[in-house]
């Protein structure tokens, strides 16, 4: 199991501004956090801060909590149903910071406090003052802690301390020349190891996906059940009329399409053949820093807006839309993209996601011509053409770029639309909702509203294609490109 923590940008400021002291000494602040279980990774997420008062800290030079102070704390995080974090400052101090005799001492006293208290693990947080850097570990016995890989503090930028030890640094390679002169090789030693999911692999994840690769990213996964089908091919550019002959599954297309393109050392691509509607999807998402929703429905967008605010990862939202005349003209096209983090609205709050429309879409109904023309509803727009899908996953990994590398130090913008016939693009004006249900469960991790459910027909769809026999013709010509890949990959490697 891999550990991380995650914070908004709003509270990440609010605790930097307590401990880092304009004196120069180091202070001491308590919080609370809740988890975020994934399959392979678990997150705390810092829910709350809770400010000394007056005579609950000493501050000379080395600062040190009072017994009163943590026994509050933990009072207020076993109220709340939260765990205990203890957090303090090394002002000079920059990078990735371990425990001196004195900070190990002070946390592995207090994590029996912690358990018994809350039930949960006492949660130890590190402040380096000089590039206000962030490390973190958990105690879960007196013995020793377990290190986090990685603290992630999130809002229209994301900022990422990463333990070193744990999540290497990728080295540079010849292929990322022009890549690391674009941003540095700072960017690139963080953005490289981000984990990033692209949920839905068609014509704009599919391009994604192999754009994250040719970028040098170490681990890239892409999900989606479906098979590639000759209806396919005039969007999802470098799938092949073999790979539709054969039913081949869409994440194996793009994987081995990223395997062309990576440019690391060597890249971890994670198939994943699976539903985001489904636990199972939601479990792997959740072990991921950044997601790309390349989906054009609206249950599975509904799952990723829920996720990307109570579990405090960010969502890169897209799409397209294409309007026709009678006879069969081009009236107009539209495209959208959108980042979803604390403090930008999300998809419900800026019209991109219709409540009603997620349990239409549970029932199957939004597929339902009889339904659709009972219900006088316009039958889902469907167009789309290979020309206009780059134009979508440009503006989704324009928005990628934002968040990570904050070019002209500024993070993502409020959502955008071009609208082709008119060539202009718009920014939204859109803002949150007060009562928006997905925004106010931000850092809620385990305790989210469940939206995905146990579905088979996904199953149905994966197991169907694992039994599918093909003819000799086919399965020779699959056996003759296997063999011409791995010879190329001999020669070249």
């Not at 501004?17 to 000494?25: E, K, M, P, V």
């Amino acid at each position: 199991m891999r550990y991380s923590v995650a914070m908004t940008g709003e509270v990440e400021a609010a605790m930097r501004d307590h401990l880092i002291r304009d004196d120069g000494q180091e202070d001491v602040l308590v919080a609370t956090y809740v988890l975020s279980s994934g399959l392979e990774r678990t997150t705390a997420l810092i829910r709350s801060i809770i400010l000394p008062r007056e005579g609950e800290r000493h501050v000379h030079g080395n600062a040190s909590f009072t017994s009163r102070y943590v026994l509050r704390a933990a009072s207020e995080a076993r109220a709340a149903g939260h765990g205990l974090v203890l957090l303090h400052s090394h002002p000079g101090a920059e990078g990735w910071q371990h425990l001196s005799g004195m900070d190990w001492e002070t946390e592995s006293e207090y994590e029996r406090v912690a358990r018994t208290a809350t039930k949960m693990p006492l949660l130890g947080m590190t402040l380096g003052g000089h590039d206000t850097a962030w490390s973190a570990r958990f105690w879960f016995d007196r013995t020793a802690p377990t290190w986090a890989e990685s603290v992630r503090s999130v809002s229209s930028t994301l900022g990422v301390t990463w333990n070193d030890e744990l999540r290497a640094v990728p080295g540079v390679t010849s292929s990322q020349e022009r890549t690391v002169s674009s941003w540095g090789e700072r960017a690139q030693g963080s953005i490289s190891r981000l984990r990033v999911l692209v949920v839905g692999s068609g014509s704009v994840g599919l391009d994604v996906a192999q754009r994250l690769a040719a970028t040098g990213l170490v681990t890239v996964g892409v999900m989606d059940y479906d098979g590639v089908e000759a209806r396919n091919l005039d969007r999802m550019i470098g799938a092949t009329r073999l790979d539709a002959a054969l039913g081949r599954s869409k994440v194996d297309v793009a994987s081995q399409l990223m395997k062309s393109a990576a440019t690391a050392h060597k890249i971890d691509i994670r198939r994943h053949e699976v539903s985001i509607t489904d636990p199972e999807g939601v479990s792997i998402a959740l072990d991921y820093d950044v997601i790309f929703s390349c989906v054009d429905r609206p249950w599975p967008r509904a799952v990723l807006n829920g996720l990307a605010y109570a579990d405090l990862i960010p969502v890169i939202d897209g799409g397209i839309a294409l309007d026709t005349f009678k006879d069969g003209r081009m009236r107009n096209g539209i495209w959208r993209a959108h980042t979803l983090v604390p403090g930008r609205p999300c998809m419900g709050c800026i019209g991109q996601l219709v409540a009603g429309d997620v349990s239409l879409d549970k029932l199957g109904l939004l597929d339902d011509p009889e339904y659709i023309k009972g219900a006088n509803r316009e039958t889902p727009s469907r167009q789309n053409v290979a020309a206009l899908s780059a134009s979508v996953s440009s503006a989704l990994l324009a928005q990628f770029v934002s968040l990570t590398a904050h070019p002209g130090r500024r993070g993502v913008p409020a959502p955008l639309r071009y609208i082709l016939s008119s060539h202009t693009l718009e920014h939204s004006t859109a803002t949150s909702g007060p009562y928006c249900p997905y925004e106010n469960a931000t850092t809620l991790g385990d305790r989210r509203t469940p939206i995905a459910e146990r579905r088979d027909d996904w199953r149905i769809t994966v197991a169907a294609r694992a039994t599918t026999k093909h003819s000799l013709r086919l399965r020779v010509a699959a056996w003759v490109e296997r063999l011409a890949r791995r010879t190329i990959d001999r020669i070249v490697d």
